[in-house]
C-alpha cells in the first residue's frame, strides 16, 4: 500500500534540533487524527531515536539526521536515520528491558533503554545497521470499536 503522505526533515544531528522533530511529530499526528496518548508517546520515542543519533552517531563530528514520515489510513510510520558509526543491535537488546528492582544499581548496563522505551511506545520498531542506523517505528491508530488493527509485535 502507497502512502498517502511522505513528510521529510533532515536536521543537524545536535540536541538543540530534537524539539523541532518533536514539534513535527504532534502537528503531522494530530492532523492525522492520532489521540493526544498516542501523539505523546510518538514524541517520546521520536526523541529518544533522535537523541542516540546525536549522542552516539557522529562521536564528536557534525552529521545529519533524516526523519521521514509515511501516513496511511491507519498508521503513521517514522523513519530516523544516521549515517554514523553504527552498533551492535543484538548486544544492546540483550541487556535491555525492565528493570529489575531485586538487581543491583552497579550491575545496571548503560545504553539501551532507549531502544526498550521505544519498542514500548511503538506498535511495531525495526532497525537496520547498514551505513548507520535507521529505526522505523510504527503508530496504529486506535479503533473505537472491536476491529482494532492486530498489532505486530518488534522484530
Known amino acids: ?19 523541532v522533530v518533536r514539534l513535527l511529530i504532534s502537528g503531522l499526528a494530530s492532523r492525522l487524527g492520532f489521540s493526544f496518548d498516542e501523539i505523546e508517546d510518538m514524541k517520546v ?14 562521536q564528536e563530528q557534525e552529521g545529519t539526521i533524516q526523519v ?5 489510513p491507519n498508521r503513521l510510520e ?3 536515520i544516521d549515517h554514523g558509526q553504527s552498533f551492535d543491535i543484538n ?10 528492582q531485586e538487581t543491583d544499581i552497579q550491575k ?15 506498535d511495531r520498531v525495526e532497525i537496520q ?7 522505523q517505528m510504527t503508530k496504529f491508530k486506535e479503533v473505537a470499536s472491536n476491529d482494532r488493527p492486530i498489532q505486530a509485535s518488534s522484530s
Open 108 to 122: 545496571l548496563y548503560e545504553g539501551g533503554l532507549g531502544l526498550y522505551l521505544i519498542e514500548t511506545l511503538m
Open 78 to 80: 517514522i523513519m530516523v
Open 129 to 135: 545497521s547498514k551505513d548507520g542506523i535507521m529505526i
Open 45 to 58: 520515542a521520536v526523541a529518544e531515536a533522535c537523541t542516540n543519533a546525536v549522542t552516539h552517531a557522529y
Open 1 to 19: 500500500m502507497q502512502a498517502n503522505d511522505v513528510v521529510e526533515l533532515n536536521i543537524p544531528a545536535k540536541p538543540e534540533y530534537v524539539g
Open 68 to 72: 521521514k514520515c509515511l501516513s496511511y
Open 91 to 100: 548486544r544492546i537488546k540483550r541487556h535491555s528491558g525492565p528493570i529489575n
